[in-house]
């Protein structure tokens, strides 16, 4: 894994003497330990910078920026292409004459594949994780491509005269063109969902390039407008599942799914270095690990928190199937102060504000990995492919209720629903759970209720998931000035032809939330510490098979993930498994009211947010004291904010 970074400038005079570019790409030291490198082009005004994590081929001729055989295309890429092996032996069956290799990278191998093929015909081939630059010195075009389901990132945007990109924006910002102003309409957008989604970025003028998108900017043209084609899309794989679905039985289902995964796995099992991988003892995780051990000669390297808080520690699951399966396991149980010392690491960590508080719990694995292997597989993805979180058939069954209803009532219940206070509620629920339905079992009663009562008036299914969702009601009203952007949330034009409530949620969190909080929280955790993570259930040929799976061998009998336990199940008994889900999380509630209170009050004080005018006051305030007094549980919305305030306190420390 590594990092890179560039630009192209039209002030080409000041590139004879450029000091910055080795100062953009020191800034991802971290992505790339191992090597650097830079590459200049003056007279075209291009600039390439790499950082590498040595994983394949660890001699000298994987270093880049890497030029092609032929001198046309200089590349600097981030990333894995698991099947450059196959690729490679098709360019030699189809060459008139032998290719002389220099090495055995799979850099080199895309540098050829696009001699052969182009940009986009050859990314399409590519089974992986990518993200890279491409300079082709004869049209003088530059390339951008980030991977199918956005796993590796990718900034770009102009300021000034200059075209500026990169692996994160810490690199971008070290450009002196860069201007850091900071966007309030991407800012409400956290404010909704504790990320900020792509294209948007927190700063103005730079953008995240979408998943599946190949960005080209001639630099011979006027128009400074790059264009964008996408070479793959969730909405099509989406589409095209649903209107060719698997017709076999449950148990070819299952069969076809293993072979599937043995074989994302296996490729991802590629590396010259150490490699393990993340286990909670999860459906997903576990699923990973089995079919990693069942294909290994040696004892998989898996990897484990635990916290000494009971409702939050998964790792003696962990641990029971870590003993099940033989493999070589490292836990850590982290203290509450051990996890809290994370936290001023976050705002450098993930370059702009990012507030899903999982972040911590990824960190620290990530960390306790990185001691042992420099490649961790981790499990992300099941959940939104094969139907795993609890709020889709929650969501579909209180949809599918309240839609029967008039207006007036729906209003009149949820005002009912917010007059009892959250602790009320979960003492009641508490009270009645030998009696109620599995389906109102849930954590944080309370909570959940007082949530429920903010989408009541919900008019179409996207508009109630999109209340599901959302941290702030009014993220404009709390930013003053905002207007939030469009969104696949808000744009019914990327919905899809997808007619099932519970689908479409599953294919919503496809394209917002997994590129934009799952996967991001796990990049920078995870190359933080110069590990790579792989995540081999987000295998596009994996994605495209889920949808031609029908939804009810992925959610059966009030049991999420069903196809995917049945394959998980030929390797771990099933009582090892069967249990309520639980989140990877840490007790941001109940740090706020008491460790953490100073250090919130502190970036959050009325008079702070009044002078530097990005909240309204009075509504992060409200927020804060029912928090505090117990009445209400407000830690995620709140946290939206302190993140926020963190950063911003990182970024005055940099100028």
């Not at 799979?106 to 050859?122: C, K, M, S, Y």
């Not at 017709?247 to 043995?262: K, P």
Request: with cysteine; aromatic share 12%.
């Amino acid at each position: 894994m590594c990092g890179f970074t560039g630009f192209f400038e039209l002030n080409k005079d000041r590139l004879g003497s450029c000091s910055y570019l080795k100062e953009m790409n020191d800034a991802l030291i971290h992505r790339g330990p191992d090597d650097s490198g830079q590459w200049i082009d003056p007279e075209a005004g291009i600039g390439l910078g790499h950082r590498r994590l040595s994983i394949l081929d660890l001699s000298p001729q994987g270093h880049q920026p890497m030029t092609s055989a032929n001198g046309r295309y200089v590349i600097a890429y981030n990333g894995e292409v698991y099947n450059f092996n196959a690729i490679r032996r098709e360019l030699d069956s189809i060459s008139s004459e032998n290719i002389a290799w220099r090495g055995h990278s799979d850099t080199e191998v895309i540098l050829a594949a696009i001699e052969q093929w182009g940009v986009e015909n050859t990314v399409k081939k590519f089974i992986g994780m990518f993200a890279f630059s491409l300079w082709d010195r004869k049209e003088r075009t530059l390339y951008l491509v980030r991977d199918r389901l956005g796993i590796k990132p990718l900034f770009y945007g102009w300021q000034g005269n200059s075209f500026l990109f990169g692996s994160e924006l810490k690199a971008v910002k070290r450009h002196p063109d860069f201007k850091g102003d900071v966007d309030t309409n991407s800012l409400a957008l956290m404010m909704r969902h504790n990320y900020i989604p792509s294209p948007y970025s927190i700063y103005k003028g730079i953008k995240k390039l979408s998943p599946g998108h190949i960005l080209v900017l001639s630099t011979e043209s006027s128009n400074r407008d790059p264009k964008l084609i996408p070479f793959w899309s969730a909405k099509d794989a989406a589409e095209k599942g649903l209107s060719d679905p698997f017709t076999g039985s449950e148990n070819e289902a299952v069969t076809q799914l293993d072979s599937l995964l043995r074989d994302a796995i296996k490729l991802r099992m590629i590396s010259d270095v150490p490699l393990g991988a993340f286990l909670s003892g999860g459906v997903d995780s576990s699923t990973v690990v089995a079919l990693m051990q069942a294909q290994s000669t040696s004892p998989v390297k898996t990897f484990s928190i635990g916290f000494h808080e009971e409702e939050y520690n998964e790792a003696t699951h962990a641990k029971a199937v870590a003993n099940h399966l033989g493999t070589d396991h490292t836990e850590l149980y982290v203290t509450a102060q051990q996890a809290m010392d994370v936290i001023p690491r976050l705002p450098t960590l993930y370059d702009e504000p990012f507030s899903d508080s999982s972040q911590i719990p990824t960190f620290l694995v990530s960390e306790l990995a990185r001691r042992k292997v420099t490649v961790s597989l981790s499990g992300d993805g099941g959940d939104e492919l094969f139907s795993g979180y609890d709020r889709y058939e929650r969501a579909d069954y209180l949809w599918n209720r309240i839609k029967r209803y008039p207006g007036f009532l729906k209003k009149g219940f949820a005002q009912f629903l917010t007059t009892i206070p959250t602790e009320k509620w979960d003492r009641l629920f508490f009270r009645l759970k030998p009696v109620l339905p599995s389906m109102l079992r849930v954590e944080n009663p309370g909570h959940k209720l007082h949530k429920f009562s903010q989408f009541l008036n919900a008019n179409s299914p996207e508009e109630f998931y999109k209340g599901l969702v959302t941290h702030w009601d009014h993220p404009a009203k709390l930013v003053p000035g905002a207007v939030e952007p469009l969104t696949p949330l808000s744009n019914s034009l990327q919905w899809g032809k997808v007619p099932e409530f519970v689908e479409r949620m599953m294919f919503l969190d496809t394209i917002t939330y997994l590129p934009g909080d799952i996967l991001t929280k796990v990049d920078r955790a995870s190359m933080g510490v110069s590990l790579e993570a792989r995540v081999p259930l987000l295998d596009h040929r994996v994605v495209e098979y889920s949808w031609k799976i029908p939804l009810s061998m992925k959610l059966k009998n009030n049991q999420t993930k069903w196809l995917l336990r049945q394959v998980l199940y030929k390797y771990v008994p099933k009582e090892m498994i069967e249990r309520p889900k639980m989140g990877f999380g840490v007790p941001i509630d109940e740090w706020l009211r008491k460790p953490l209170r100073d250090w919130a009050e502190n970036l959050i004080n009325e008079p702070r947010l009044r002078n530097e005018g990005f909240f309204d006051p009075k509504m992060v305030r409200k927020k804060w004291e029912e928090h505090l007094s117990g009445t209400y549980k407000w830690h995620y919305p709140l946290w939206d904010v302190l993140m926020f305030q963190a950063w911003l306190d990182n970024e005055r420390s940099l100028k």
